[in-house]
């Protein structure tokens, strides 16, 4: 099972990204799905998180200008992010709890992460 993450880059401060995350290989189904962030010398922390039933989380920093949303067909997650800080500057990680093949539980599995930087 790998998890692809794609969509970062540099933006002004007020602009926007859509971050993208699939997940491929031998899965079964997947559970929940989130986006955390790592900014430098800062541990990692939640930004957003989905579940299976569409029920969303935030992290207080972006609610309002974030937007987790997931294509199950796709077993993709997407974050749509608005009206970005320099603050939001982070490297992002997407996360999916997935039960793989022959496997009867579900596993978290982590994407290698996209740098989003936002200048001011």
């Known amino acids: 099972v790998q998890l692809q993450a794609s969509g970062g880059g540099l933006v002004q401060a007020g602009g926007s990204l859509r971050l993208s995350c699939a997940a491929s290989?031998?899965?079964?189904?997947?559970?929940?799905m989130g986006w955390y962030r790592q900014a430098p010398g800062k541990q990692r922390e939640l930004v957003a998180v989905?579940?299976?039933?569409?029920?969303?989380n935030y992290a207080d920093s972006v609610k309002g200008r974030f937007t987790i949303s997931r294509d199950n067909a796709k077993n993709t997650v997407y974050l749509q992010m608005n009206t970005l800080k320099p603050e939001d500057t982070a490297v992002y990680y997407c996360?999916?709890?997935?039960?793989?093949?022959?496997?009867?539980?579900?596993?978290?599995?982590w994407g290698q992460g996209t740098q989003v930087t936002v200048s001011s």
């Open positions: 996360n999916a709890q997935i039960r793989r093949w022959q496997v009867r539980v579900y596993q978290g599995y």
């Open positions: 290989g031998s899965i079964i189904s997947i559970n929940d």
């Open positions: 989905i579940t299976v039933g569409d029920s969303t």
